[in-house]
Nanobody
Framework: QLQFVESGGGLVQPGGSLRLSCTAS????????IGWFRQAPGKEREGVSC????????SYADSVKGRFTISRDNFKNTVYLQMNSLNPEDTAVYYC???????????????????WGQGTQVTVSS
């Protein structure tokens, strides 16, 4: 059974950090590009970052460049999103999703991904 499990979300103060994990089961993660998306209440889903199957290519939304870092450990079947200097605008449910090939330059188009996790809540508040 295919499954993505996102973890690492929670409540953090502005300026703080979190590391999200996306662990796959039922398939080999290294064969796929992985994207992170987020959706805040009342807002459209937004592409946050994407990483190629080898990890050699990455993309970021302008709103998170310099603050977020995507990485992957194919031996652990896991992709990470390190989030630093968090601010309240980063509050959202974060999802990971897989794509058969690195969807550059259209990586933030959710339609390019075929399987999604259930999401993990990130709340940035004092």
């Amino acid at each position: 059974q295919l499954q993505f499990v996102e973890s690492g979300g929670g409540l953090v103060q502005p300026g703080g950090s979190l590391r999200l994990s996306c662990t796959a089961s039922g398939f080999i993660l290294r064969g796929y590009a992985i994207g992170w998306f987020r959706q805040a209440p009342g807002k459209e889903r937004e592409g946050v970052s994407c990483i190629s199957s080898s990890g050699g290519m990455t993309s970021y939304a302008d709103s998170v460049k310099g603050r977020f870092t995507i990485s992957r450990d194919n031996f652990k079947n896991t992709v990470y999103l390190q989030m630093n200097s968090l601010n309240p605008e980063d509050t959202a449910v974060y999802y990971c999703a897989r794509a058969f090939s690195y969807p550059f330059p259209d990586w933030s188009n959710g339609g390019r991904y075929d399987y999604w996790g259930q999401g993990t809540q990130v709340t940035v508040s004092s």
